[in-house]
Structures are given as structure tokens and as C-alpha cells.
T-cell receptor, first 112, second 111 residues
Framework: DVKVTQSSRYLVKRTGEKVFLECVQDMDHENMFWYRQDPGLGLRLIYFSYDVKMKEKGDIPEGYSVSREKKERFSLILESASTNQTSMYLC???????????FGDGTRLSIL | QKEVEQNSGPLSVPEGAIASLNCTYSDRGSQSFFWYRQYSGKSPELIMFIYSNGDKEDGRFTAQLNKASQYVSLLIRDSQPSDSATYLCAVTRAFGYALNFGKGTSLLVTP
């Protein structure tokens, strides 16, 4: 079974803090993704990575950056957290372009 | 932005009935189609995927794809209360690596 692990289930941070969300997959997948999910808005793609050190902006990249130094790990960084970044953050990975994405358990992030 | 449309529901079906969930998409270049189940407060879980026109069956689940009509559906036979969840339809984009997700259909199976 594919295992995608997100470092925290719940996280509370303060406005202006730099926040790191970590995601690790154990299946040697090429592609990794970060989404946020908000009521009424559905899943929205923030960033994705198609290989180590390679990244592309998704649909809502503003206020976020990412890092992928090793194949198994994909980090999402909130450069200066704001209250409108309070959300459920979901990491996903997949082996190839037409294959299913597998999700981690999610991180519910609250910015106060 | 290419769209994936789903009826938000809730779709209510009695236990043991067939639940039919529908999805339309606008990107004609989409090649892969996925159904995810999401329980409240949990992350999406892959249920089915389909690449070719026609039906694909897995246990109580059947995915149906009609590329000419740009239509994907998920049938759940012998619905159980544990099937109560939100079902997300997702399709690959014609260009690039990302998926387009629908906003999901809420299914309620009543005992």
C-alpha cells in the first residue's frame, strides 16, 4: 500500500510566522502535490513537483513556496502566515502522469 | 480553467439501493478519470479509476466513462450506511501534471 505521511494532523500558528508542512512518501513516486481544501471551494492545487528539485506553480501559489530536495519528501512553506491561510492542507503523490494520486491524512492548520 | 461539475447533493438513497453519482468535465484532452471518497474530516481515498470508454467494475462499485459526452459516473450497488460520504470526481488535465477536481457529491445512505 502507498503510504503518504504528513508531519502534523493539527497545527496552530500565529500571523506572520513562517510555517513548514512536511510530506513524505515511501513508494518512490515521481510526482508530489500540495492542495488546500476549504468548504465550498473544493480542492485547490497550490504547487506540485514532478521530480527532485523540480516544481511548478498550481492554481493558487501566492503566499506559498515549496522544497523538494529528496525524492520522498515535499515541503510546503508559508512564508508569512496569514489568517486566510487557515485551511486543511493535503499532500498527494503518484507514480506517473496518468496514475491515481494518493493522499496523506491532511494537516488542519489554524492561523491566529 | 477547465471545469469538473458534480451535483453537490445531498443524494439520499435507502440501504441496499443503487446510488448513482455523476460528473461532467470540459477538458476534451483528459485521459484519466478518478473517483475518491472523502469522509467528513478525513482525506480523499481512491475508489476507482478508469481510462477507456465503457464500464469498469470493482466489487460493489462500477465506473462508467463516455468521452464523447464528457461524462463519468460511479454506481454503488447494495449501498450501505458506511458509504455515506462525499464523492469527488477528478480528471487529468490535457496539458501538464495536475488534476481537475469537482467539488463533490454528498451521499447519504439511510438504514
Amino acid at each position: 500500500d502507498v503510504k503518504v505521511t504528513q508531519s502534523s494532523r493539527y497545527l496552530v500558528k500565529r500571523t506572520g510566522e513562517k510555517v513548514f508542512l512536511e510530506c513524505v512518501q515511501d513508494m518512490d513516486h515521481e510526482n508530489m502535490f500540495w492542495y488546500r481544501q476549504d468548504p465550498g471551494l473544493g480542492l485547490r492545487l497550490i504547487y506540485f513537483s514532478y521530480d527532485v528539485k523540480m516544481k511548478e506553480k498550481g492554481d493558487i501559489p501566492e503566499g506559498y513556496s515549496v522544497s523538494r530536495e529528496k525524492k520522498e519528501r515535499f515541503s510546503l512553506i508559508l512564508e508569512s502566515a496569514s489568517t486566510n491561510q487557515t485551511s486543511m492542507y493535503l499532500c498527494a503523490s503518484r507514480v506517473g502522469q496518468l496514475q491515481p494520486q494518493h493522499f496523506g491524512d491532511g494537516t488542519r492548520l489554524s492561523i491566529l | 480553467q477547465k471545469e469538473v461539475e458534480q451535483n453537490s447533493g445531498p443524494l439520499s438513497v435507502p440501504e441496499g439501493a443503487i446510488a448513482s453519482l455523476n460528473c461532467t468535465y470540459s477538458d476534451r484532452g483528459s485521459q484519466s478519470f478518478f473517483w475518491y471518497r472523502q469522509y467528513s474530516g478525513k482525506s480523499p481515498e481512491l475508489i476507482m479509476f478508469i481510462y477507456s470508454n465503457g464500464d469498469k467494475e470493482d466489487g460493489r462499485f462500477t465506473a462508467q466513462l463516455n468521452k464523447a459526452s464528457q461524462y463519468v459516473s460511479l454506481l454503488i450497488r447494495d449501498s450501505q450506511p458506511s458509504d455515506s460520504a462525499t464523492y469527488l470526481c477528478a480528471v487529468t488535465r490535457a496539458f501538464g501534471y495536475a488534476l481537475n477536481f469537482g467539488k463533490g457529491t454528498s451521499l447519504l445512505v439511510t438504514p
